[in-house]
Structure formats: structure tokens, C-alpha cells
Nanobody, 128 residues
Framework: QLHIVESGGGLVQPGGSLRLSCAASGFSLDNYVIGWWRQASGKERERVACMALSDGSLHYFESAKGRFTISRDNAKNTVYLQMDNVQPEDTGVYSC?????????????????????WGKGTLVTVSS
């Protein structure tokens, strides 16, 4: 069975850090694009960051630039999102999604709601 699971969410104070994990099972992420999304209560889901695991290329969307870092552990078939200097507006459910990279199109182009595999999400709450 193929699926991905996020973990690492929780309550963090403003200015703090959190590392989210996106672990895949049943398939290798080697030729996939992994995207991190988030959705705040009452708002639309938005793109956060992505990585193409075939070559390690990555992209950060505006909300993540300068504060978040996406990385991977091939041995664990896991992608991480390191969140630093988090702010209350970072509160939301963070989800990761995967899609097979069938062309050399850059990873932001793969970040659509039609990505193949989705986790259930992990809640991040930034509050003092």
C-alpha cells in the first residue's frame, strides 16, 4: 500500500522552530516531487515549498523564503521541512504531497491539487 505520513507538528512559540517530516512507504521517493502545503483555518490551501528528489532541486514559495528549509533523507525515504522563526500566521495544517516526476519540469510546476499522494496533515500552532 502506498502512502505518505506527516509528523512533527505541535504547539510552538513565536520565534521558535519545528521540524516536520514526510515519510513515504510502499514506494521510493527517488523520482518524485514532494511538496509541502499548508492550510490555515478558513483559508485556502497554499503552497509552501517543494523538492524534486531526482536532482535535489527545490523551491520556496513566498511564505517560506528565508525561514523554512526543505531537506531529505534518502535512507529513510523521508523529506523534512525545517521551520525557523515561526510566526502566528504560520499556524495551520501542513500536508505533504507527492507526484511522479515524468519530465524535467521544475518542481513548482508540479505543485497542484492533483498531486498523486497526500498525507493527512499535521497541525502546527504558533502561539504564546
Amino acid at each position: 500500500q502506498l502512502h505518505i505520513v506527516e509528523s512533527g507538528g505541535g504547539l510552538v512559540q513565536p520565534g521558535g522552530s519545528l521540524r516536520l517530516s514526510c515519510a513515504a512507504s510502499g514506494f521510493s521517493l527517488d523520482n518524485y516531487v514532494i511538496g509541502w502545503w499548508r492550510q490555515a483555518s478558513g483559508k485556502e490551501r497554499e503552497r509552501v515549498a517543494c523538492m524534486a528528489l531526482s536532482d535535489g532541486s527545490l523551491h520556496y514559495f513566498e511564505s517560506a523564503k528565508g525561514r523554512f528549509t526543505i531537506s531529505r533523507d534518502n535512507a529513510k525515504n523521508t523529506v523534512y521541512l525545517q521551520m525557523d522563526n515561526v510566526q502566528p500566521e504560520d499556524t495551520g495544517v501542513y500536508s505533504c504531497a507527492a507526484v511522479y516526476q515524468s519530465s524535467e519540469m521544475l518542481c513548482p510546476m508540479w505543485m497542484t491539487p492533483t498531486m498523486t499522494y497526500w498525507g493527512k496533515g499535521t497541525l502546527v500552532t504558533v502561539s504564546s
